[in-house]
């Protein structure tokens, strides 16, 4: 073999192993998503992989996965062995020992409670507690901070059931991109799409579940024209509690306090009709 001939292959082997480095850079550096089931609704997470990163996307996942499962069997109504479930039947609450995490929750909602004039109440006569519109939005806290925090991770969505919190960019490199649920009974609405950054929003409107938001004074379903709230703030712990509070006092009321408190709110009302706090920041394509 003569050297020219030998330094052309040196430079074809030389080449080829940049390519593969190249493929492989991009493999560490790709967009991930994953969905699954929990808290009776579905959830999805996509996120942006780096080099350093160093667990795999099934490892991920399942540690995703993990944190779900325990949050629901802390928060869950439905589950009798939770541990909601067993503080409801304990006759002396001030001897069952709770959580942190629970202790957390019941602490942020009886705040809210008393921020919002008792339009958040977790309280529901003859059924002990129930943190279930605040559990969502403190789950997806929860998986973003895990994403962000521990494993490094810039660009990442994490949505449960309409609740979302994004970080970054999308997969093209551009903010993230979501629109406000509507449900095929008012498919004749364009629901509103929202550009978020850094930032979270949460949802509440009947139409997940009937009947399931309820004016825990009267005890009965808020009687009012709106078919959704959605909240915009940095916790999605808060967004979740507050969509709930707002949707219960209603769209004049709700948003005299939303415009008090400077939070981002948009009330879609049945017949389409769009009405935003005056503190929402521009993030409507």
């Not at 024209?225 to 959605?230: M, W």
Request: one cysteine or more; charged letters at 25%; glycine letters at 8%.
């Amino acid at each position: 073999m003569n050297r020219k001939f030998t330094v052309i292959i040196l430079l074809l082997l030389a080449l080829a192993g940049v390519l593969i480095a190249i493929k492989n850079g991009n493999e560490k550096t790709s967009f991930h998503t994953f969905r699954g089931s929990i808290f009776g609704t579905r959830y999805q997470v996509q996120y942006r992989a780096h080099e350093q990163l160093g667990m795999e996307a099934e490892d991920i996942q399942a540690e995703v996965e993990k944190a779900l499962q325990r949050i629901d069997q802390m928060a869950s109504t439905w589950k009798t062995d939770s541990e909601i479930s067993r503080y409801n039947r304990a006759v002396v609450k001030d001897e069952f020992q709770l959580s942190a995490e629970l202790n957390e929750l019941i602490e942020r909602s009886e705040q809210w409670k008393s921020r919002t004039g008792g339009a958040f109440d977790i309280h529901h006569t003859g059924e002990g507690i129930d943190v279930s519109a605040i559990a969502k939005g403190y789950a997806v806290d929860r998986i973003i901070d895990y994403l962000d925090h521990k494993l490094k991770i810039e660009d990442c969505l994490v949505e449960i059931g309409g609740e979302i919190k994004a970080r970054g960019h999308n997969a093209k490199g551009k903010p993230w991109k979501v629109a406000i649920y509507i449900p095929p009974s008012h498919s004749h609405i364009m629901g509103p799409r929202l550009t978020l950054s850094n930032t979270s929003m949460a949802t509440s409107g009947q139409y997940f579940k009937e009947g399931h938001i309820k004016n825990a004074a009267t005890g009965k379903i808020p009687e009012h024209d709106l078919l959704s709230c959605t909240v915009i703030t940095h916790s999605n712990t808060d967004a979740d509690a507050l969509a709930t509070a707002l949707y219960v006092m209603g769209c004049e009321a709700g948003l005299a306090w939303a415009n008090e408190n400077e939070v981002e709110v948009i009330f879609i009302e049945n017949d389409g009709t769009v009405i935003e706090s005056m503190g929402r920041v521009n993030r409507r394509d």
